[in-house]
């Protein structure tokens, strides 16, 4: 896909390298918080449980 | 005293915190000063602290403006309002406030603020460097950072430390709030300012390793002459930039900076809301109105802040994909701000209000805040950022949001907690001056600066825009904001001389000690451990620490992903795989061991490793290869060389573990397997690491 703002093959390419670096970033968030949420539920249910 | 006391601890986060809040406040005196008076000289005291070779005749050089600008926003975001929200407030009461007798890790804690000293003192120095501190404003951005003076070095090794120091605080909040509570608080139970804490706690512990990240790039950058920000063709002063491979990318720096630049906000707001609604409640005699709703905005919170950073860049031209992605999350944010401000404003409904001084000060942050949130959100629309990004409009909404918002909110909270620490109480009459003069003087110093803003004069001009037609008419209102800038300056006298008159008075607090900490005496849990000795302790902060080191690994290979993909031509794989390293470090995991010949074993492979590497690299310098070659070798030397260093810190922890740290395995048994366990997890995490560099760079 052509850069949207300059329209030139390079912008194009330094668009893409954006788009899959932000995507490693929140992909690796996404996993780093999914097992922390996962920890959170865990303990919310223990906590339930001894209360 | 103990040095590792959780209220030791938060007692020096507090007062050094405070401390770089003067030193950021004299900073922004000196630049209200130069936005006044552009121009003309300076009284011949100020000229001689600020030094002849930033005032040549007393009248301030831009340079020397730059440097205020820098340090004035890096000193009151890293190392004043973010210690005093998250270390010393954490640090201090949520302990208390969920029975917990001590942080669970209480040495790294008492070294998180050790550090984050260090790295306040070494960013403060920079001023008396050749050239002077930081000079390319709070974000630092490239290329124009890369290619300042070595104050520059000074700021990134500051910011690398505080992330360190901040990780190691974050662990112990997370881990004491998981595994500390006493018995009958569970996680429905805890006071909203402990769910505060934890969520700024897990903000702090995943966005700061992109900053940590970024700024190894800068380092390398401007130390090992590599091109992580520098584009090819770049020109300075009119000449093209020499010695430097090229092909690097500033907008790299931009996504890894509001990484964690952006949670940064809620690493300060979070805090000032947990304060603000113990004040409140206490105040009001109501309990908090929808706790669940707020906790349930909070958490919301705190994901959604994780992804909303690229709102600060729609004017870089990163397109539509992206520009549309973050304009809905911006928007979508503002959903949970609205919920937990409403919420606060709801529990004063059929309250019996007392307007006392942290009163006062917590009333006065909802609409301070709301202010600051409701600016903001033209600033989320990409089409209205086009005029208004880099205005004053922005510094003014922002400043809304940390001076009067969460500063307000830290003060609330001092008045608030301060008979509770000390046994003694403010008076009343200087808490009231101190409030109402600091309320009128910071909108009469920020709301002018929405409607410069609107006016169309940017931010960070060394002369306030004395050079543009269109910035004339505003400059009057420059000269009445410096002057409310001094009587704020003024009114904090009586919040001084209340804090030293303090000790002079011996009567106990008033109702302000009866909510919140439970009446709890400031020495009755010291000295003493947590409930849980041994594994879920630790097996929890390793977890946490790895998650932390995940993320800045993450950020390392998103910068390599960002180059890559976004280079025309990238040139071929290293060649050979690496045998003998990749044997010798999954060597040391497997080898790693609870005996003591298995961890002598695993040290000495895991130092083979780094010998190995030092070896390697030594060999690639001397055939000229060197990490500024190419963008290829300088992701290979930079990637490889912080898995080296936490190699080396993994074998050295080993070797110690090995050697004076094995009289544990005979004296707590169950406390060594839990270490021995959580350092098998980091080493199977270094494994895979070098996995990933390998398949990135060998094939």
Redesign the interface.
């Given at each position: 896909m052509a850069?949207?703002?300059?329209n030139s093959p390079?912008?194009a390419?330094?668009?893409?390298?954006?788009?899959?670096?932000?995507a490693?970033?929140?992909?690796?968030?996404t996993?780093?918080?999914g097992?922390?949420v996962r920890?959170g539920v865990t303990?919310?249910r223990q906590?339930?449980r001894?209360? | 005293m103990r040095w590792t006391d959780h209220k030791t601890v938060g007692l020096q986060y507090g007062i050094t915190a405070l401390f770089f809040l003067l030193v950021g406040f004299l900073l922004m005196i000196l630049m209200r000063w130069q936005l006044a008076w552009p121009g003309q000289p300076m009284p011949a005291w100020i000229t001689f602290f600020v030094g002849e070779s930033n005032a040549p005749g007393g009248i301030m050089l831009p340079e020397f403006y730059n440097q205020l600008v820098a340090m004035h926003g890096s000193v009151m975001v890293f190392l004043a309002v973010v210690p005093l929200a998250a270390g010393a407030f954490a640090n201090y009461f949520v302990p208390l406030q969920i029975g917990a007798p001590e942080m669970a890790f209480p040495r790294l804690n008492a070294l998180s603020y050790w550090l984050y000293l260090a790295a306040g003192l070494i960013m403060v120095a920079s001023f008396f460097v050749e050239g002077g501190a930081a000079r390319s404003g709070w974000t630092s951005y490239a290329p124009l950072a890369v290619i300042e003076t070595t104050g520059q070095n000074f700021w990134l090794i500051g910011i690398f430390l505080i992330g360190v120091s901040s990780a190691l605080n974050a662990i112990n909040v997370i881990v004491t709030i998981a595994h500390g509570r006493a018995a009958g608080i569970t996680l429905a139970k805890m006071p909203f300012f402990v769910w505060s804490q934890l969520i700024t706690a897990l903000l702090l512990l995943l966005a700061f390793p992109a900053l940590q990240a970024a700024a190894i790039f800068q380092l390398m950058d401007r130390v090992a002459g590599t091109s992580f920000f520098l584009p090819s063709g770049l020109m300075v002063g009119g000449v093209p930039l020499q010695g430097v491979a090229g092909g690097g990318n500033p907008l790299l720096w931009q996504h890894l900076f509001w990484f964690l630049g952006h949670p940064e906000v809620y690493v300060l707001i979070l805090p000032a809301m947990g304060i603000v609604s113990e004040v409140i409640t206490a105040n009001a005699r109501r309990p908090l109105w929808g706790y669940g709703l707020m906790v349930s905005a909070v958490l919301f919170m705190g994901g959604m802040s994780m992804v909303v950073w690229a709102h600060h860049m729609f004017l870089t031209g990163m397109g539509t994909t992206l520009t549309g992605f973050f304009q809905v999350t911006t928007f979508i944010i503002s959903i949970p701000s609205v919920i937990l401000i409403s919420s606060l404003v709801l529990t004063l409904w059929g309250g019996s209000i007392t307007f006392n001084t942290p009163m006062l000060f917590a009333l006065a942050f909802l609409p301070m805040f709301g202010i600051g949130g409701l600016t903001g959100l033209p600033l989320g629309l990409a089409a209205s950022d086009v005029t208004l990004h880099d205005t004053y409009y922005v510094v003014g909404h922002f400043h809304y949001l940390v001076a009067p918002g969460t500063v307000f909110a830290l003060f609330a909270g001092i008045y608030y907690w301060f008979p509770t620490i000390t046994g003694r109480s403010l008076d009343e009459m200087l808490g009231k001056i101190h409030f109402w003069g600091s309320f009128v003087c910071m909108n009469l110093i920020f709301m002018p600066m929405f409607a410069i803003g609107l006016m169309g004069v940017n931010r960070r001009l060394w002369d306030a825009g004395a050079s543009y037609a269109h910035a004339q008419p505003t400059l009057q209102w420059q000269t009445h904001m410096t002057y409310a800038a001094f009587a704020l300056g003024l009114f904090q006298i009586p919040f001084v001389v209340n804090l030293l008159l303090a000790r002079t008075r011996r009567e106990p607090g008033t109702g302000n000690r009866e909510a919140g900490t439970g009446k709890r005496e400031p020495e009755a849990n010291s000295g003493s451990h947590l409930p849980d000795p041994g594994s879920r302790r630790a097996k929890l902060g390793i977890w946490l620490f790895i998650a932390s080191e995940v993320m800045l690994f993450a950020s390392l290979f998103s910068g390599y992903v960002m180059l890559r993909a976004g280079a025309a031509s990238w040139p071929g794989p290293v060649g050979g795989f690496p045998w003998l390293e990749t044997v010798l470090l999954v060597g040391a995991s497997a080898a790693f061991g609870a005996k003591r010949s298995q961890l002598v074993v695993s040290n000495t492979l895991g130092l083979t490793f780094v010998i190995m590497k030092v070896l390697n690299d030594a060999a690639l310098l001397g055939n000229g290869i060197l990490p500024s070659t190419n963008l290829m070798w300088a992701c290979w030397f930079t990637l490889t060389g912080v898995h080296a260093a936490h190699v080396l810190g993994g074998a050295v922890f080993t070797g110690w573990l090995a050697g004076p740290g094995f009289s544990m395995a005979a004296d707590d048994r169950e406390r060594w397997l839990a270490r021995i366990d959580a350092t098998r997890k980091y080493w199977l995490f270094v494994d895979l690491v070098w996995l990933l560099i390998v398949a990135s760079f060998y094939f």
């Open positions: 850069c949207p703002i300059c390079e912008g390419a330094i668009n893409d390298g954006m788009r899959a670096g932000a490693i970033l929140i992909l690796a968030l996993v780093v918080a097992m922390i920890y303990l919310w906590d339930q001894d209360a | -």
